[in-house]
C-alpha cells in the first residue's frame, strides 16, 4: 500500500500568517493527491484536487503544489474559520485511497 | 441538490455485524465512486473501501480483507457498507463521499456512528 506522511503534526499560527503543511507519499503518486479541511464534529471538506486545482467555491488563499511524492497545502493568510485539521489523501494507488495522519492548525 | 444521506447510528456487540447505506440524490449515480472513510473517537480519517458503481468493482484497504463488504443498489442510487466480526476498535464514525480519481471526493455523508460495545 502507499503511505502518505505530512509535517508538521500540529501547529499554531496567528491569523493573517502564512501557513505551509507538506505531504509525501512512499511511491509516486503523479498527481493524484488532494487536500481536505475538517473541522469538529464536522465531515471532511475538499479544498484542492489533482495537487493543485481548487474545488469550487474554496477560497483563492488556499493553494496547492507537487507532483511525484511530494506535495504542499499553503494558506496565504491565515483566517479564524481555518482554525482546523487538514488531511491529504491520495487517489492514485490500488487498492486504497491512503489519508495522511493530518495536519491540526491551531490558535497562538 | 447533490447530497448523500447516510444510515442512522448503530450500536452493536462484539463479533456481530453491521450495515451501512449511504443514498445518492441529485446526481446520475453511476457516474461517481463511492468510498467509505472511518474515523475513530478522537483519531485521524482512515480509507475503508470503494465501489465504481457502474461497474460493481469494489476495493477493500488490507486491514479489513474479510470482514468487508461493499455493494450498490443502482436502482435506488444507494452504497452500502457491510462489517463482519466487529471488534470494539470498529467504534467509529463511518463516513460515504462520491468522487472520482482525478477529481477528489467533493460530496460528503453525514456520517453514521457505529458503537460496538459488550
Known amino acids: 500500500d502507499i503511505q502518505m506522511t505530512q509535517s508538521p503534526s500540529s501547529l499554531s499560527a496567528s491569523v493573517g500568517d502564512r501557513v505551509t503543511i507538506t505531504c509525501r507519499a512512499s511511491?509516486?503518486?503523479?498527481?493524484?493527491l488532494n487536500w481536505y479541511q475538517q473541522k469538529p464534529g464536522e465531515a471532511p471538506k475538499l479544498l484542492i484536487y489533482?495537487?493543485?486545482s481548487l474545488q469550487t467555491g474554496v477560497p483563492s488563499r488556499f493553494s496547492g503544489s507537487g507532483s511525484g511524492t511530494d506535495f504542499t497545502l499553503t494558506i496565504s493568510s491565515l483566517q479564524p474559520e481555518d482554525f482546523a485539521t487538514y488531511y491529504c489523501?491520495?487517489?492514485?494507488?490500488?487498492?486504497?485511497?491512503?489519508f495522511g495522519p493530518g495536519t491540526k492548525v491551531d490558535i497562538k | 441538490q447533490v447530497q448523500l444521506v447516510q444510515s442512522g447510528a448503530e450500536v452493536k456487540k462484539p463479533g456481530a455485524s453491521v450495515k451501512v447505506s449511504c443514498k445518492a440524490s441529485?446526481?446520475?449515480?453511476?457516474?461517481?465512486?463511492i468510498q467509505w472513510v472511518r474515523q475513530a473517537p478522537g483519531q485521524g480519517l482512515e480509507w475503508t473501501a470503494w465501489?465504481?458503481?457502474?461497474?460493481?468493482?469494489?476495493n477493500y484497504a488490507q486491514k479489513f480483507q474479510g470482514r468487508v463488504t461493499m455493494s450498490g443498489d443502482t436502482s435506488i442510487s444507494t452504497a452500502y457498507l457491510e462489517l463482519s466480526r466487529l471488534r470494539s476498535d470498529d467504534t467509529a464514525v463511518y463516513y460515504c463521499?462520491?468522487?472520482?480519481?482525478?477529481?477528489?471526493?467533493?460530496?460528503w455523508g453525514q456520517g453514521t456512528r457505529v458503537t460496538v460495545s459488550s
Open positions: 463521499a462520491r468522487g472520482k480519481r482525478s477529481d477528489g471526493f467533493d460530496i
Open positions: 441529485g446526481y446520475t449515480f453511476t457516474d461517481y465512486y
Open positions: 465501489i465504481n458503481p457502474k461497474t460493481g468493482g469494489t
Open positions: 511511491q509516486s503518486i503523479s498527481r493524484y
Open positions: 489533482a495537487a493543485s
Open positions: 489523501q491520495q487517489s492514485y494507488g490500488t487498492p486504497g485511497f491512503t
